[in-house]
């Protein structure tokens, strides 16, 4: 099959702290392009995709964490507010529900599925963890994403979820979710071979005063060819463990300005033992805005920051949310360089990476403690080209200025 590149751009609107990035020297070949906008406080990422034979354009969260994509569909049991129309599937001529004993249907997990024996229609259930969820009906689609010449590329025979009863805290400016995750139904598993298994993704974090443009790139072209001092890449394994939804990294060790911290947090799923936990101990998600480290280890981490945090008093968080903030009277405040270091991947965090501005003369690391699986999140991978090839199972990143990669 002909290898297929597209880039796919995205607006994101977040409040964050301010600085400038310089751009690096790959810059890869990508022919396509489709809209995204994105207007959610939350810090997610939207991705705009076209459902249907009388094409409708969704927007709808861009999430390496989940699997199935899923919209709002009509007619709604219980729908969130969202900005624009259902999807209405009477409308389109090459929606098909999936059958209750399909493969399709049996790639869902046994809590995620469900079946309509009067109609022999599958059904789904996702629930996520700031308990917003998701319920409606198993089916295949036509999706299509628009090209840079303006020509769609379709992709018929897709499986999505049609969602009847979702709730929660989904933004009203996006219809669900994009599956960018690893398992089997995930959007990127999908097009599988026509993308040669690679995607990447090159997110701005200059949406605090203006609609920050950011990229998705899926296609043969979309990652580094090579890793070189000269280009700045670097690269980790991804490591292979269940549920095969999500991205697996190894996280080796912190270092705050110079002192460098051993990480000691572990796999939830391997608890017992400490070769096999320590591998793929940390989950990369666009679909999370903060870092979650683990509580044991973050209380000497967050201790380092703090000393290391120059004309600023460490001052408690207004909404409760974050745990460590500075905050100064008219002096500039000094943050520490934080590098996360992965296996093979020495990555060097800006400030903006590591801190969130919650106000003028304020500021609050956006990485808090958790006594679940550890996740690197969205606000950490800003402006870096963060690769995922598939095939050879690497994740690489390239600093760069994400709003000059269109």
Same mark, same amino acid.
């Given at each position: ?93 090459? &929606? ?149 939804? &999500?991205? &697996? ?158």
């Amino acid at each position: 099959m002909t290898t297929l590149t597209l880039l796919i751009t995205f607006i994101f609107f977040l409040m964050t702290l301010s600085s400038s990035t310089n751009p690096r020297n790959f810059t890869p070949p990508l022919p396509n392009r489709s809209p995204v906008r994105s207007k959610g406080a939350g810090g997610e990422f939207f991705m705009s995709i076209t459902i249907g034979t009388q094409p409708m354009n969704v927007l709808a969260i861009a999430d390496t964490g989940s699997d199935l994509t899923w919209v709002q569909c009509k007619p709604c049991q219980q729908c969130y507010k969202e900005n624009g129309p259902l999807f209405d599937k009477t409308r389109s001529s090459t &929606y098909k529900s999936v059958p209750c004993e399909s493969r399709n249907c049996n790639a869902l997990s046994t809590n995620e599925r469900g079946c309509d024996e009067s109609k022999n229609v599958c059904k789904y259930r996702y629930s996520y963890g700031d308990q917003s969820f998701t319920k409606g009906d198993v089916a295949t689609e036509t999706i299509s994403i628009n090209s840079a010449s303006g020509s769609p590329v379709s992709f018929p025979g897709t499986v999505f979820g049609c969602g009847y009863d979702n709730g929660g805290t989904f933004d009203e400016t996006g219809s669900g979710i994009i599956g960018l995750g690893g398992g089997q139904l995930s959007l990127i598993s999908q097009l599988g071979s026509s993308i040669s298994n690679k995607f990447s993704y090159c997110l701005s974090h200059k949406s605090s005063t203006v609609n920050g443009t950011s990229v998705i790139n899926l296609g043969t072209n979309s990652i580094p060819s090579g890793l070189n001092d000269a280009s700045h890449v670097i690269s980790t394994p991804l490591v292979e463990k269940e549920p095969k939804t &999500y991205y &697996y990294l190894t996280l080796e060790a912190i270092s705050v300005g110079k002192t460098k911290i051993p990480y000691t947090g572990s796999s939830s799923y391997y608890p017992n033992n400490d070769d096999v936990s320590m591998k793929g101990n940390i989950i990369i998600d666009s679909g999370t805005t903060l870092t979650l480290l683990e509580s044991g280890f973050y209380d000497g981490f967050g201790a380092a920051v703090e000393e290391a945090v120059t004309g600023a008093k460490r001052v408690s968080d207004p909404q409760g949310l974050l745990s460590h903030c500075f905050k100064s009277g008219s002096a500039e405040i000094g943050l520490p360089e934080i590098t996360m270091h992965f296996t093979g991947a020495d990555v060097r965090l800006s400030p903006l990476n590591a801190f969130v501005k919650v106000s003028e003369d304020m500021v609050c690391m956006s990485m808090i403690p958790t006594t679940e699986v550890a996740i690197y999140g969205n606000f950490a991978q800003m402006d870096f080209l963060v690769g995922y090839d598939l095939e050879t199972r690497t994740v690489s990143f390239q600093r760069m200025d994400c709003t000059n990669t269109i």
